[in-house]
């Protein structure tokens, strides 16, 4: 192992580089760690179970972008508790038994973990059964997802709990059979200020997209908030396949504009609400505009499933095209109100 000190800090404190080969070299990096610092790791496989906790401003990425190390079996593949300014970096982890890739705020739910990146990540075959996730973060904020692959997992391909003012960009989330795939990225736990764009889905789940879901009330972030999620923003997607292309659940305004969704199993949407405590209000206010719904009226059950204690009323429909392609005259979708500048049955 190589260890170049670097300026970031003046005196024995300095930031080092730690350039590692082996497992026993990250291992020895790992527990030498101070602020600042950087690993870069050359290809190979490594095992799992990697666990930092208050490093702040700490990047851990591949030594050589196209040969990512691959960190693999375990129960978790890598854990960050309270790690502000961290960025993981072209790294490849498969085969955990609980999350891939954990990261939080330790417990302290006032305090969020900040300015967090995630880029060129890939995870797969997590689970493969219950409720373990790819990639799991609580209590973050202005955290960045960016050009990363999920495929197979057994809970959430992203579960955000309680984060805020962050984006997920440029991903790949594709389901595999054998796995349960409960939701791909979900927003819940006081999750707000979300947006998820430009992202590819392939069967991927019951529930490719979940605004909002059911949380414990002791794992709100921050605590005693009355919103599992709110202003969540989807847009510019690609969504094929899977149950539905997204779950509204409990959430208190969303945004799903400009994207594209292809043959979705039951439903186009579902409209539910899962966590009645008091104070809770239902789902509602979601507008659907500007998109593009292609699916088979011989696959479909109906077009919204919609759940008790919910406010469909509030939701808002324009100008998306709709096209059964298996009846392209009956096209046109039973929403739970009258949608403003729609296209029926056109190609």
């Given at each position: 192992?190589?260890?170049l000190?670097?300026?970031?800090?003046?005196?024995?404190?300095?930031?080092?580089?730690?350039?590692?080969?082996?497992?026993?070299?990250?291992?020895?990096?790992?527990?030498?760690?101070?602020?600042?610092?950087?690993?870069?790791?050359?290809?190979?496989?490594?095992?799992?179970?990697?666990?930092?906790?208050?490093?702040?401003?700490?990047?851990?990425?591949a030594?050589?972008?196209?040969?990512?190390?691959?960190?693999?079996?375990?129960?978790?593949?890598w854990?960050?508790?309270?790690?502000?300014?961290?960025?993981?970096?072209?790294?490849?982890?498969?085969?955990?038994?609980?999350?891939g890739?954990?990261?939080?705020?330790?417990?302290?739910?006032?305090?969020p973990v900040?300015?967090?990146?995630?880029?060129?990540?890939?995870?797969?075959?997590?689970?493969?059964?219950?409720?373990?996730?790819?990639?799991?973060?609580?209590?973050?904020?202005?955290?960045?997802?960016?050009?990363?692959?999920?495929?197979?997992?057994?809970?959430?391909?992203?579960?955000?709990?309680?984060?805020?003012?962050?984006?997920?960009?440029?991903?790949v989330?594709?389901?595999?059979p054998?796995?349960?795939?409960?939701?791909?990225?979900?927003?819940?736990?006081?999750?707000?200020?979300?947006?998820?764009?430009?992202?590819?889905?392939k069967?991927a789940?019951?529930?490719?997209?979940?605004?909002?879901?059911?949380?414990?009330?002791?794992?709100?972030?921050?605590?005693?908030?009355?919103?599992?999620?709110?202003?969540?923003?989807?847009?510019?997607?690609?969504?094929?396949?899977g149950?539905?292309?997204?779950?509204?659940?409990?959430?208190?305004?969303?945004?799903?504009?400009?994207?594209?969704?292809?043959?979705?199993?039951?439903?186009i949407?579902?409209?539910?609400?899962e966590?009645?405590?008091?104070?809770?209000?239902p789902?509602?206010?979601?507008?659907?505009?500007?998109n593009?719904?292609?699916?088979?009226?011989?696959?479909?059950?109906?077009?919204?499933?919609?759940?008790?204690?919910?406010?469909?009323?509030?939701?808002?429909?324009?100008?998306?095209?709709?096209?059964?392609?298996?009846?392209?005259?009956?096209?046109?979708?039973?929403?739970?109100?009258?949608?403003?500048?729609?296209?029926?049955?056109?190609?």
């Amino acid at each position: 192992m190589r260890i170049l000190l670097g300026l970031l800090f003046a005196g024995p404190l300095a930031a080092a580089t730690h350039e590692v080969d082996t497992a026993a070299e990250l291992t020895a990096a790992l527990r030498s760690l101070k602020a600042g610092d950087v690993v870069k790791i050359a290809p190979g496989e490594y095992p799992a179970g990697h666990a930092v906790t208050g490093i702040a401003n700490l990047t851990i990425e591949a030594s050589d972008p196209a040969k990512p190390p691959h960190f693999k079996g375990g129960k978790e593949a890598w854990h960050f508790s309270r790690c502000p300014g961290l960025i993981l970096r072209n790294l490849k982890v498969s085969g955990q038994s609980a999350n891939g890739i954990n990261l939080d705020d330790g417990g302290e739910r006032e305090q969020p973990v900040v300015k967090v990146l995630l880029e060129g990540i890939e995870v797969s075959d997590i689970g493969p059964n219950g409720n373990f996730d790819a990639i799991k973060c609580s209590g973050l904020e202005d955290l960045t997802i960016r050009n990363c692959t999920i495929s197979g997992w057994g809970g959430q391909a992203v579960d955000f709990v309680g984060c805020r003012k962050s984006l997920i960009t440029g991903c790949v989330f594709t389901g595999k059979p054998g796995f349960s795939q409960h939701t791909g990225p979900q927003f819940k736990g006081g999750s707000e200020d979300i947006v998820i764009e430009k992202c590819r889905f392939k069967d991927a789940g019951q529930r490719p997209i979940q605004a909002g879901g059911s949380t414990g009330m002791d794992y709100f972030r921050p605590p005693g908030a009355k919103y599992e999620a709110r202003r969540i923003t989807i847009r510019e997607n690609t969504i094929e396949g899977g149950m539905c292309a997204t779950a509204f659940t409990g959430v208190d305004g969303a945004e799903f504009a400009g994207n594209t969704v292809k043959g979705p199993d039951k439903w186009i949407f579902r409209i539910l609400q899962e966590t009645k405590a008091e104070g809770f209000p239902p789902c509602r206010n979601v507008v659907v505009s500007n998109n593009s719904f292609l699916f088979q009226r011989a696959k479909l059950r109906e077009e919204i499933n919609i759940g008790p204690d919910t406010a469909p009323e509030t939701f808002r429909f324009e100008n998306n095209r709709w096209l059964a392609e298996d009846k392209p005259e009956a096209s046109m979708p039973k929403l739970p109100v009258a949608e403003k500048g729609g296209t029926y049955g056109k190609p």
